[in-house]
């Protein structure tokens, strides 16, 4: 069983920062934390930031040049630093990680967040 445990949410002035941390735990082997969805009310989970092919970076056109993915594989962590806050980044946020296991993928998601930001 792994547990994905969310941290670093709050209310924050728009322009402001926050960092985002998501830590593994449990049965970690072969764990691999991805990266960062969001949801905000009425609205479907999208993504924000997340790790593809390795140390290569996706992120969504909304928080380009605002935001930044990193992560520790050794201690199975994965940060988002996130300046210049808008309030439309008002939203739960969601880490998230994958595990291959018999060539099948399987993800598994934190608790979420809850990232607010006032105008």
């Known amino acids: 069983q792994v547990q994905l445990v969310e941290s670093g949410g709050g209310l924050v002035q728009a322009g402001g920062s926050l960092k985002l941390s998501c830590a ?8 691999n934390p991805m990266g960062w969805y969001r949801q905000a009310p009425g609205k479907q989970r999208e993504l924000v930031a997340t790790f593809i092919r390795g140390t290569n970076t996706n992120y969504a056109d909304s928080v380009k040049g605002r935001f930044t993915i990193s992560r520790d594989n050794a201690k199975n962590t994965v940060d988002l630093q996130m300046n ?6 008002t939203a739960v946020y969601y880490c998230y990680a994958t595990r291959t296991i018999g060539g099948k993928i399987y993800d598994y998601w934190g608790q979420g967040t809850q990232v607010t930001v006032s105008s």
Do not use: M, R, V, W
């Not at 593994?24 to 764990?31: D, H, L």
């Open 24 to 31: 593994a735990s449990g049965s970690t082997f072969g764990i």
């Open 84 to 89: 210049y806050l808008k309030p439309e980044d």
